[in-house]
């Protein structure tokens, strides 16, 4: 349940949708289904593996298994990049409080679809509430990370989800109802392959990776506490169809309205905040399910901020030897800036752009299309080749009957295949194979 709080979350509902509406709709869609079933569910499979294997964090985890401390610089690249992570999904999770505040306040009501994207463009770009909400976002996961009360969390997302996911569908019910809802569900639904190039596969890449919260050790260190009778195939299998259960239902929920109400579906980051309301404007009950819908979504974010940031205090309070709270409050102080950075760097301070790039887009692009990829490249590399075969075979039949043809094909795909694949990937983007030919 924790994994898959982690696994769900904004990743699902706002940037999935505002993904494949930037790269050609269906096309994407399929690419990301492939990604997640040849890539995503190995290195997820192998993350959990290693975790519980050794029991314990990222950092001691490659120590233990490897015996030497030189793959010790994943977790430091696991750190880096909850960084990066942190520092605009923290911008992210406060506009949902903003959009919480705005329902409650019957604010959607009478705008049209043009007024609510301008108002998008005026609060995000605006400098002291998105900051406000920034900072209650991050003082509010370093509360529960600090009192230890993600045990009470998981408890309540694990009552609540639910109904997250049974709003989404009423969306999904509203939305696919709304005149030309058709267009936006062939847009969805009806790869044009011509739509498919470098960047769109690489896209989907860093898209199943940040969803499935691969790559950075996140699943290493819920792997270390997950039971030793535990089947993880089936575990994987769970976590992996939930979050991509999420991610099409929220695509099904946003597709048909954008096309019905002239939005433009590859707009970026707004997509969901400017569709959304929209819809739920047009809908019976539709304030009363805006604000729950926006709390749920808060709700999602956090099991997500909570699983990045004690990536980060785990970290520097073992290997710096301080407490967990100080841990927490630093590192904390430190992503208020970041985010605060990032924020701005959304219009109310245009120094923050580089090469026509915005501090937001940078640590995004950073963390999905290159530190993410990397991290799972050498995660697959890890177990394929450093990994004892018998480590692996036990990990793989606790609670489960695994035959050897099984054990062999799961390593081939770790020492071959992923990575190759993700290499293969990466060469595409750069253009290499332009070159050749
Ligand atoms: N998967 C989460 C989402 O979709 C984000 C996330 C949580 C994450 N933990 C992670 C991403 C660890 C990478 C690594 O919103």
């Keep these: 349940m924790a994994a898959a709080g982690s696994a769900v979350g904004l990743g699902n509902i706002w940037k999935f949708p505002y993904e494949v509406g930037q790269n050609g709709g269906a096309a994407f869609l399929l690419i990301y289904i492939l990604c997640v079933v040849?890539?995503?569910?190995?290195?997820?499979?192998?993350?959990?593996?290693i975790g519980r294997r050794a029991r314990a964090n990222v950092a001691g985890a490659f120590r233990k298994l490897s015996g030497g401390n030189r793959?010790?610089?994943?977790?430091?690249?696991?750190?880096?990049?909850?960084?990066?992570?942190l520092s605009f999904y923290f911008v992210v999770a406060g506009w949902g409080i903003e959009y919480i505040y705005q329902a409650a306040c019957n604010?959607?009501?009478?705008?049209?679809?043009?007024?609510?994207a301008r108002f998008f463009a005026d609060f995000s770009s605006s400098s002291f509430r998105p900051l406000l909400w920034d900072v209650v976002f991050i003082l509010l996961t370093l509360y529960v990370v600090v009192a230890g009360v993600e045990k009470g969390i998981e408890r309540y997302s694990k009552i609540l989800m639910p109904f997250l996911l049974l709003i989404l569908i009423l969306l999904c019910v509203r939305s696919v109802t709304m005149d030309n809802a058709s267009a936006g569900l062939a847009f969805l639904f009806k790869?044009?392959?011509?739509?498919?190039?470098?960047?769109?596969?690489?896209?989907?890449?860093?898209?199943?990776?940040?969803?499935?919260s691969l790559g950075l050790g996140c699943m290493i260190t819920y792997g270390s506490y997950i039971r030793s009778d535990n089947n993880l195939m089936r575990t994987v299998a769970q976590v992996s169809v939930l979050d991509t259960i999420v991610a099409v239902l929220s695509g099904v929920a946003i597709f048909p309205a954008v096309f019905a109400l002239g939005i433009d579906p590859a707009?970026?980051?707004?997509l969901v905040f400017v569709t959304l309301p929209s819809v739920f404007t047009q809908?019976?009950?539709?304030?009363?399910?805006?604000?729950?819908?926006?709390?749920?979504?808060?709700?999602?974010?956090?099991?997500?901020?909570?699983?990045?940031?004690?990536?980060?205090?785990a970290f520097v309070s073992e290997?710096?030897?301080?407490?967990?709270?100080?841990?927490a409050i630093v590192t904390s102080l430190v992503i208020v800036i970041s985010s605060a950075l990032c924020s701005l760097s959304l219009g109310a301070d245009t120094r923050l752009t580089l090469f026509g790039r915005t501090l937001f887009d940078w640590c995004d692009f950073l963390v999905s299309k290159i530190l993410m990829p990397v991290g799972g490249f050498f995660i697959a590399i890890f177990v394929g080749w450093f990994c004892s075969k018998k480590d692996v075979r036990d990990e793989l039949s606790h609670g489960a009957v695994v035959s050897e043809w099984f054990v062999n094909a799961f390593l081939f795909l770790m020492r071959f295949v992923v990575p190759i694949a993700i290499l293969l990937i990466f060469l595409n983007e750069l253009g290499v194979f332009d070159l050749l030919s």
Excluded at 71 to 85: E, R, S
Excluded at 107 to 116: H, I, V, W, Y
Excluded at 293 to 304: D, H, M
């Design 38 to 49: 040849l890539l995503g569910m190995p290195v997820m499979l192998s993350e959990f593996l």
């Design 71 to 85: 793959w010790v610089l994943m977790g430091l690249l696991g750190v880096v990049c909850a960084f990066f992570i």
């Design 107 to 116: 604010n959607f009501a009478g705008k049209t679809t043009d007024g609510l």
């Design 191 to 212: 790869p044009d392959f011509s739509k498919i190039t470098p960047t769109v596969i690489l896209s989907a890449l860093g898209q199943a990776f940040f969803s499935l």
């Design 267 to 270: 707009q970026g980051p707004q």
């Design 283 to 313: 809908m019976p009950g539709g304030y009363i399910f805006a604000i729950l819908f926006f709390v749920l979504l808060s709700i999602a974010a956090l099991t997500s901020t909570i699983s990045i940031l004690e990536i980060m205090v």
């Design 319 to 327: 290997e710096f030897h301080c407490s967990r709270k100080n841990a």
